[in-house]
Nanobody, 124 residues
Protein backbone atom coordinates (compact mmCIF):
# COMPACT_ATOMS: atom_id res chain seq x y z
CA UNK A 1 0.00 0.00 0.00
CA UNK A 2 1.35 3.39 -1.00
CA UNK A 3 1.03 6.31 1.35
CA UNK A 4 1.03 9.93 0.25
CA UNK A 5 1.86 12.48 2.90
CA UNK A 6 0.92 16.07 2.15
CA UNK A 7 1.99 19.22 3.91
CA UNK A 8 2.17 22.95 3.42
CA UNK A 9 -1.42 24.13 3.30
CA UNK A 10 -2.69 27.04 5.32
CA UNK A 11 -4.08 30.55 5.29
CA UNK A 12 -2.54 33.21 3.08
CA UNK A 13 -3.47 36.66 1.88
CA UNK A 14 -4.40 37.44 -1.71
CA UNK A 15 -1.21 37.79 -3.72
CA UNK A 16 0.72 35.61 -1.32
CA UNK A 17 2.49 32.30 -1.82
CA UNK A 18 2.40 28.79 -0.41
CA UNK A 19 4.37 25.64 -1.11
CA UNK A 20 2.76 22.24 -0.89
CA UNK A 21 4.69 19.01 -0.53
CA UNK A 22 3.68 15.42 -1.14
CA UNK A 23 5.92 12.53 -0.21
CA UNK A 24 5.21 9.04 -1.51
CA UNK A 25 6.23 5.96 0.45
CA UNK A 26 7.79 4.54 -2.69
CA UNK A 27 8.70 5.53 -6.23
CA UNK A 28 5.78 6.47 -8.44
CA UNK A 29 5.69 7.17 -12.18
CA UNK A 30 3.29 10.09 -12.09
CA UNK A 31 2.41 12.48 -9.29
CA UNK A 32 0.17 15.47 -9.33
CA UNK A 33 -2.24 17.75 -7.59
CA UNK A 34 -5.97 18.21 -7.80
CA UNK A 35 -8.13 20.58 -5.83
CA UNK A 36 -11.75 20.78 -4.80
CA UNK A 37 -13.57 23.86 -3.62
CA UNK A 38 -16.89 23.67 -1.75
CA UNK A 39 -19.74 22.87 -4.11
CA UNK A 40 -17.42 22.32 -7.05
CA UNK A 41 -16.00 19.32 -8.85
CA UNK A 42 -12.46 18.17 -8.34
CA UNK A 43 -10.16 20.12 -10.64
CA UNK A 44 -6.79 19.20 -12.12
CA UNK A 45 -3.99 21.51 -10.97
CA UNK A 46 -0.67 20.07 -12.08
CA UNK A 47 1.23 16.84 -12.66
CA UNK A 48 4.75 15.68 -13.26
CA UNK A 49 6.16 12.37 -14.44
CA UNK A 50 9.28 10.48 -13.46
CA UNK A 51 9.21 9.01 -16.96
CA UNK A 52 9.67 12.25 -18.83
CA UNK A 53 7.35 14.71 -20.52
CA UNK A 54 5.35 17.53 -19.05
CA UNK A 55 4.83 19.05 -16.58
CA UNK A 56 1.16 19.75 -17.03
CA UNK A 57 -0.86 22.59 -15.56
CA UNK A 58 -4.51 23.46 -15.36
CA UNK A 59 -5.46 26.59 -17.25
CA UNK A 60 -6.39 28.48 -14.12
CA UNK A 61 -2.95 28.10 -12.53
CA UNK A 62 -0.60 28.42 -15.51
CA UNK A 63 2.04 31.03 -14.94
CA UNK A 64 1.39 31.14 -11.19
CA UNK A 65 2.02 27.58 -9.98
CA UNK A 66 5.14 25.50 -10.49
CA UNK A 67 5.48 21.79 -9.87
CA UNK A 68 8.83 20.18 -9.15
CA UNK A 69 10.19 16.96 -7.72
CA UNK A 70 12.92 15.50 -5.58
CA UNK A 71 13.50 12.04 -6.99
CA UNK A 72 15.61 10.90 -4.06
CA UNK A 73 12.75 11.64 -1.68
CA UNK A 74 9.87 10.51 -3.94
CA UNK A 75 8.43 13.95 -3.33
CA UNK A 76 6.66 16.52 -5.45
CA UNK A 77 6.27 20.17 -4.61
CA UNK A 78 3.73 22.71 -5.73
CA UNK A 79 4.89 26.28 -5.49
CA UNK A 80 1.85 28.53 -5.61
CA UNK A 81 2.40 32.23 -6.24
CA UNK A 82 0.08 35.19 -6.69
CA UNK A 83 -2.75 33.34 -4.99
CA UNK A 84 -6.29 34.60 -5.29
CA UNK A 85 -9.59 33.76 -3.61
CA UNK A 86 -10.49 31.31 -6.37
CA UNK A 87 -7.53 29.16 -5.33
CA UNK A 88 -9.19 28.39 -2.01
CA UNK A 89 -9.79 24.65 -1.91
CA UNK A 90 -8.68 21.36 -0.48
CA UNK A 91 -5.63 20.28 -2.42
CA UNK A 92 -5.10 16.57 -2.98
CA UNK A 93 -1.93 14.83 -3.98
CA UNK A 94 -2.39 11.94 -6.39
CA UNK A 95 -0.03 9.31 -7.72
CA UNK A 96 0.11 6.59 -10.32
CA UNK A 97 2.40 3.58 -10.44
CA UNK A 98 2.45 3.05 -14.19
CA UNK A 99 3.24 5.31 -17.13
CA UNK A 100 0.35 6.92 -18.94
CA UNK A 101 0.32 9.24 -21.91
CA UNK A 102 0.39 12.95 -21.28
CA UNK A 103 -3.17 13.57 -22.42
CA UNK A 104 -4.50 11.46 -19.54
CA UNK A 105 -2.61 13.25 -16.79
CA UNK A 106 -5.55 15.58 -16.15
CA UNK A 107 -8.01 12.78 -15.45
CA UNK A 108 -8.44 11.89 -11.80
CA UNK A 109 -9.46 8.35 -12.73
CA UNK A 110 -5.90 7.69 -13.94
CA UNK A 111 -4.44 7.96 -10.46
CA UNK A 112 -4.09 4.99 -8.14
CA UNK A 113 -3.44 6.68 -4.83
CA UNK A 114 -4.61 9.83 -3.11
CA UNK A 115 -3.51 11.86 -0.14
CA UNK A 116 -5.80 13.00 2.61
CA UNK A 117 -5.94 16.57 1.34
CA UNK A 118 -4.61 19.83 2.68
CA UNK A 119 -6.63 23.01 3.01
CA UNK A 120 -5.51 26.17 1.25
CA UNK A 121 -7.42 29.31 2.14
CA UNK A 122 -6.75 32.62 0.43
CA UNK A 123 -8.16 35.57 2.29
CA UNK A 124 -8.78 39.02 0.86
Amino acid sequence: QVQLTESGGGLVQVGGSLRLSCAASRRMMLMGWFRQAPGKEREFVSALSWGGGGPAYGDSVKGRFTISKDSAKNTVYLQMNNLNAEDTAVYYCAARTQRVIFSYWRESSQYDYWGQGTQVTVAS
